[in-house]
């Protein structure tokens, strides 16, 4: 069993230290252990090129355009057992270089799509996506903030677990922390953490979510989509459609069961995305055969070009 800790933290940090605590309860529960920074890394921004799905849908693999580390870190990613990512609040939300890191999973990585890529596959002949991809996996998510402003991160945290539909098992959010290495509770929360993971990752198919219960009883998200005159509301997350209530004083998201149908983390959920994804593909391609549309695209790139640093 192995479990890898991310830290997306500075050099020796908070965050850095909360990894490798969740790290050390992990070990206690006989895991074999890794550990990275990831801003040590090359990570290059997704530049929404769709070349990775491209290849995927044509028979080519599993690949991405640009050259850096993310292959090294995906790699690593893959082979793990479990993984606990520690990342700092930025602006509410996931740091970053984070960010990035979803991104760069992006449709490569959507479970829906490698389990069509691997039908195309085999009847091509074409090359497989890499198997690991459709692995099951556990994952847990510790936000490190210096105050209160943390009401997205865990959101967005658990948004790059939906591509591979990884399990989550903790999603925290640690608020107040810039002082978190002398603080001994939430020291022991990070160490029950790494416990939770490496236990999870005993049974991956039994594996259960450990952290605090949200507001969406599908995927434990807080964050909502509202609308403007009635209590409809989609889930940020899942992208489950249903109503905000009150019950007993208590906020509760309510849905029809076949909403869980189109939940963003469900295989059904993902082919419904995917044929929309190719119905739209293709409507651009046509497009793209016109006259006026290569017009356009001339009348922009002349009109202004943009602006470069001196060397």
Known sequence: MKILGLSAGTKNGSNDAMCKEALMGAQ???AEIEFIRLLDLDIKHCTGCIACVKALMSGRGNL???KDDFNWLLDKMLDADGIVVADPIFEKGAAGIFRTITDRFGPRMDRGNNIIAGKIAEATGGKAPDPRILKDKVISYMAIGGSDWGTRVQCDHAMQALTPMWKVIDNECFQWSKSIIMEDEKLARAREIGRNIAEAAKD???AQYKGEEGVCPHCHS????LSNDSTHAICCLCGIEGDIVIEDG???FVFPE???GHAHDTLPGKFIHGDDIKENEGKLAELQKTQEYKDRVQKYKEFIQP?????
Do not use: D, S, V
Not at 222 to 225: A, I, L, S, T
């Open 204 to 206: 991956i198919e039994n």
């Open 307 to 311: 602006l470069m640093p001196e060397k």
């Open 64 to 66: 991405c355009a640009l």
């Open 250 to 252: 208590k906020t509760k």
């Open 28 to 30: 206690e529960m006989g």
């Open 258 to 260: 076949e909403q869980l």
């Open 222 to 225: 807080r964050n909502f989509f």
